[in-house]
């Protein structure tokens, strides 16, 4: 098939039309490089297109000359490219972007793909942990004194248990849970089932984050495949809509942030729900962010499923489970299933496959047996500096 023309510039509908996932946990014998082309692979396979119509290209964290880099590796020479680079909340923010080209005639049909081999290369002593993403500009005022990533997080957690009175144990079910759904992901890495007490019993990182509050380190890729409607026929399945994408930043020092208990997904999740015409009502799964586990609390809050500072109280009583009244992180999240690096991308493929009944022994399911319509993704960067949300429906 040849590529669309466009029709009024800025009206062409978006759908996510291919999703996969490279083998993912423990991967000892294989490259960044490769991953992402493993995942590039089954995520054409999946939509049933073939590669010459990719004209668009995202990708970040990999390569000098990101995404140039990675698409020589892939064999593809793009037409529109980009390469944002905001964190964990990068695909999202990419996702809305290749909407939006695609909707304006600038791109057909644009990958997103995401390789990392993080936990194998410590393993091997190929890298390092690092304290801090660097020391220069605005954060030499903090890096020198030790404040860390997840010593910013754990701040943030601490000032929300001190405004709303949220405990330990409410913080520690969102874990409970997200291993609860990853104990029928078979590509999760953790599946064993988990107590509120082992995660309150377990060695401390930065208080109040125990290990278990913490995500884990994993390897693994994935990529998604969004094209412009014309090519929605000749795809191997049903497609999953793009209905609306909003992206905002904070701040990259403490002192910019202005509450600790807002997250920037605040402001990307109202963008995302005025764009799609929704509203949290509307939304039947929540794929968010966790690198920890205030990370998913906090932004349940913002983006409407519940009151600022009842994130506590609307977590503890089961409704991120699979069957809950909100299930969210579905796979497991980065809590249980993986996390390599920047898991936003993620987040969309659990996402579509849930749309589309995929997920197998972790499908969720509303009254009568129907499958969700509408889902939400939702990535956070840095240390809440950035968020990008993306709503998404059969």
């Known amino acids: 098939m040849t590529s669309p023309s ?10 996510v039309v291919g999703v996969a996932l490279s083998d993912c946990g423990r991967v000892d014998e294989a490259t960044p490089y490769a991953l992402h082309a493993q995942a590039a692979r089954r995520a054409l396979a999946d939509s049933g297109l073939d590669r010459s119509v990719i004209d668009g290209f995202a990708s970040a964290g990999l390569g000098t000359l990101a995404p140039v880099e990675v698409a020589e590796y892939l064999g593809l020479r793009p037409r529109w490219v980009d390469s944002t680079s905001v964190g964990g909340a990068t695909w999202e923010v990419m996702a809305a972007h290749a909407a939006d080209a695609i909707a304006a005639g600038h791109a057909s049909a644009v990958l997103l793909v995401y390789g990392s081999t993080a936990r194998a290369d410590i393993k091997a002593g190929r890298r390092t942990s690092n304290l801090s993403f660097g020391s220069r ?4 005022f903090e890096v020198p004194y030790g404040h860390t990533l997840v010593a910013k997080y754990a701040m943030a957690a601490r000032r929300h248990m001190h405004e709303y009175g949220t405990t330990l144990e409410q913080l520690a079910q969102v874990a409970v ?42 390897d693994g890729g994935c990529a998604v495949l969004l094209v412009a409607e014309e090519y929605v026929p000749d795809t191997a399945k049903a497609p999953v809509w793009v209905l609306g994408a909003g992206a905002s930043v904070s701040h990259t020092t403490m002192s910019e942030w202005e509450d600790f208990t807002v997250s920037p997904a605040a402001a990307s999740g109202r963008i995302a729900y005025e764009q799609a015409g929704l509203g949290p009502a509307d939304v039947d799964i929540a794929e968010i962010y966790d690198a920890f586990t205030y990370m998913t609390l906090v932004t349940l809050e913002d983006l409407g499923f519940c009151a ?13 489970l699979r069957d809950g009244e909100l299930p969210t992180n579905t796979d497991g999240g980065g809590l249980s299933a993986c996390h390599p ?49 993306v709503l998404l429906g059969r």
């Open 6 to 15: 466009a029709k009024t510039l800025g009206q062409r509908k978006v759908a």
């Open 137 to 140: 500009g605005p954060l030499q």
């Open 177 to 218: 849970q997200a291993r609860a759904n990853a104990a029928t992901n078979p590509d999760a890495m953790f599946t064993a089932p988990l107590t509120v007490d082992e995660v309150l019993a377990g060695p401390m990182i930065a208080d109040p984050f125990t290990k278990l509050h913490c995500c884990l380190r994993s």
């Open 308 to 320: 600022k500072g009842e994130g506590g109280a609307f977590v503890e009583k089961g409704r991120l």
């Open 341 to 389: 690096g920047m898991r936003g991308l993620f987040l969309l493929v659990e996402a579509v496959r849930q749309l589309r009944g995929e997920a197998g022994d972790g499908q969720v399911r509303k009254a009568g047996g129907r499958l969700p319509e509408v889902a939400i993704a939702s990535g956070t960067g840095g240390w809440f500096c950035s968020s990008g949300t």
